[in-house]
């Protein structure tokens, strides 16, 4: 056996090695990715479900929310403030979940099915009070996406609350 055999039968070998270690290299950033995903949704419901809690174990706070939502104007003086409060988390909840969806963080069909949800609230007139007065304070890709919320979404929403709170 020459030089030159054994130079290219390095070689082979070599290159079977890069090729098993690039075939493993993207087995870890597929598992990798997936793992990231997998937290980043679970952050977002985890966001979702303690705003939810908060909100809805505390009396006081769930009727702010709920007549807030239906009449902003109705509140008093010392609810007004703290109802903004609720809705500046409830729409931040929502920007973050859309922001992540937006850079492939969280598949498709949970920032869709979290948008049907956040329509639901949002239409109200107490959100579209809160919207109208702070909306600046949003992300403007955000902004933008519910600057072009139908009008089939709206009444949707509408026809949702109308019913959650009539009970």
């Given at each position: 056996m020459n030089w030159n055999n054994f130079t290219?039968?390095?070689?082979?070998?070599?290159?079977?090695?890069?090729?098993?270690?690039l075939i493993y290299l993207a087995k870890q950033l597929k598992q990798g990715?997936?793992?990231?995903?997998?937290?980043?949704?679970?952050?977002?419901?985890?966001?979702?479900?303690?705003?939810n809690y908060h909100i809805m174990s505390d009396s006081e706070l769930a009727w702010i929310f709920m007549n807030g939502c239906k009449d902003f104007d109705s509140l008093s003086e010392i609810q007004k403030p703290r109802y903004l409060s609720i809705m500046y988390s409830y729409f931040k909840v929502f920007e973050n979940i859309y922001l992540h969806y937006t850079d492939n963080s969280i598949d498709a069909h949970i920032w869709e099915n979290n948008h049907k949800m956040f329509i639901t609230y949002f239409v109200t007139p107490g959100a579209q009070y809160y919207w109208k007065e702070r909306k600046l304070m949003l992300h403007p890709t955000f902004i933008k996406i519910l600057e072009n919320v139908t009008n089939a979404e709206m009444r949707n929403g509408q026809t949702i609350v109308e019913e959650s709170t009539a009970k």
């Open positions: 290219l039968i390095l070689d082979v070998i070599g290159s079977v090695g890069i090729i098993i270690s990715t997936k793992n990231l995903k997998t937290t980043t949704r679970d952050s977002s419901f985890h966001s979702l479900m303690e705003w």
